[in-house]
Structures are given as structure tokens and as C-alpha cells.
């Protein structure tokens, strides 16, 4: 994994992103988290457009797989 001779990776504190496994992982690879609260969607705006596209793909329910990811690709796009 190579991002580079100094960056800082955010995260949320999801129990799986704190466990053991993972901090140890990050600290083999010398990888510098950034602390952040749990539960904060209103400090990662991507949380709102996640909810968006859940709600759009809810109110389409595509048939199958293929669908879906056509679909996603499609609000997506709207979104940005």
C-alpha cells in the first residue's frame, strides 16, 4: 500500500474499525488515524448522500444485481 510519504487516514469508530485486528494492522504499515467521534454523521457529509441513494434504490428495487449497480452508477451521477 503506498499513498505516499505522509497522510492521515480518517475513519469512523465503528467497533470493527477499532478492533484489535485493525489497529494492529494500521500500526504495522504505519498508517496515523485520525481520532473521530462516533456517531457524527453531520461531520462526514457523505453520510447524507449514502441516506439519498439508500432512499432512491428503496423507492426503484431493482430486480437484480445488474440493476442495482446500473442503477447506484445513475443517482450517483446526479449526485455530483
Sequence with gaps: MRLGRRFIFQQDNDPK??????LEWFKTKHIHVLEWPRQSPDLNPIENLWQDLKTAV???TPSNLT???LFCK???AKMS
Design 17 to 22: 474499525h477499532k478492533a484489535k485486528a485493525t
Design 74 to 76: 445513475e443517482e450517483w
Design 58 to 60: 428503496h423507492k426503484h
Design 67 to 69: 440493476e442495482l449497480e
